[in-house]
């Protein structure tokens, strides 16, 4: 068990408005993932992060920007937020000895 | 093309069968891959890992085929708590699958 928590669980939001979602963990991973996950397309990868100073681009980056204020905290923010962007949104962890991942339990996001 | 595919389902298997599918992959270098289990709205969850000696752990077996680039995973004596949607994944390239769909009837 990894420990992974994503705040908020829930949210509506309207177009335009800015977003952050959170994710925190307690086990020490130094890796850690933002997906979202679409009916029919599966977990797209959004950005991940090696360590504290690395970030990197995912699959579908575009209007989603990130920050990795702490080993143990990544959050994910949506500038101007659309509502293609309505999905279920999963972060996860990973320790850099494997490729393992463990998630969170998700954020369940809906721009109108 | 996507780097990994599935076949969405629903597979049904009656409780008590043997159900069994498969993940393609693009990559014929691909070594190694993940299978993960997620149920309804629920976050997904590792299974087993996939490498080319296959995998084995109790009911649920997993194997590499790398001439016809796919993985399996069989379920054995399928219990109705079974029932989910199993991912494939791709180690270390964290591309995954859109998932199959199993529903274990009683």
């Known amino acids: 068990d990894a420990d992974v928590t994503q705040t908020p669980r829930n949210r509506i939001t309207k177009t335009g408005k800015r977003i952050m979602l959170e994710c925190s963990q307690t086990k020490g991973h130094d890796r850690m993932y933002w997906y979202r996950q679409d009916p029919g397309l599966g977990l797209r990868l959004i950005y991940y992060s090696f360590d504290v100073k690395d970030i990197n681009k995912g699959e579908i980056s575009d209007g989603y920007s990130v920050s990795r204020q702490a080993q143990a905290k990544f959050s994910l923010s949506l500038e101007s937020a659309i509502p293609n962007q309505t999905a279920l949104y999963f972060c996860a962890v990973g320790q850099s000895s494997s490729y393992e991942q463990y998630f969170g339990p998700g954020t369940r996001l809906t721009v109108t | 093309r996507k780097e990994v595919e599935q076949d969405p389902g629903p597979f049904n298997v009656p409780e008590g069968a043997t159900v069994a599918f498969n993940c393609t992959y693009s990559?014929?270098?691909?070594?190694?891959f993940f299978w993960y289990r997620q149920d309804c709205r629920k976050e997904p969850k590792l299974l087993m890992s996939v490498y080319s000696s296959g995998n084995e752990d109790g009911r649920f077996t997993a194997q590499l085929n790398r001439a016809s680039q796919y993985i399996s995973l069989l379920i054995r004596d399928s219990k109705l708590s079974d029932s989910a949607t199993y991912l494939c994944a791709h180690r270390g390239k964290f591309q995954f699958g859109a998932g199959t769909q199993v529903v274990v009837t009683p």
């Open positions: 990559n014929s270098a691909s070594q190694s």
